[in-house]
């Protein structure tokens, strides 16, 4: 089992940005593809970014060129650099990870790809 704690959510006003961070409690370097996923009310929960254990990594459209995920493999940890952030950015945030990543390069931002899930960190972009 593999237990993930996001944090660094918050509230911030358009154009700011934010750091988000998934603590994995095992090692997911070799052996985990991970990713990002976001859940507005009302929506189905998204695929923001995604990363493979080669280091390849996938963006949805909305949020290419100003989101950036990144893993430290020392610390176990999972990052979301989120810049330009926009009101329609607003969203509880959760960190998945999948043991083993066949097929990824089809399903990667699925969300049924996925078989951890944390508990999710809530970002609030006001305009």
């Known amino acids: 089992q593999v237990q993930l704690v996001e944090s660094g959510g918050g509230s911030v006003q358009s154009g700011g940005s934010l750091r988000l961070s998934c603590a994995a409690s095992?090692?997911?370097?070799?052996?985990?593809?991970m990713g990002w996923f976001r859940q507005a009310p009302g929506k189905e929960r998204e695929g923001v970014a995604v990363i493979h254990i080669d280091g390849s990594t996938a963006y949805a459209d909305s949020v290419k060129g100003r989101f950036t995920i990144s893993q430290d493999n020392a610390e176990n940890t999972l990052y979301l650099q989120m810049n330009s952030l926009k009101p329609e950015d607003t969203a509880m945030y959760y960190c998945?990870?999948?043991?083993?990543?066949?097929?990824?390069?089809?399903?990667?931002?699925?969300?049924?790809?996925?078989?951890?899930w944390g508990q999710g960190t809530q970002v609030t972009v006001s305009s």
């Open positions: 998945a990870a999948r043991a083993g990543c066949a097929a990824w390069w089809w399903s990667r931002l699925h969300r049924s790809f996925y078989n951890y």
């Open positions: 095992v090692y997911t370097g070799s052996s985990y593809c």
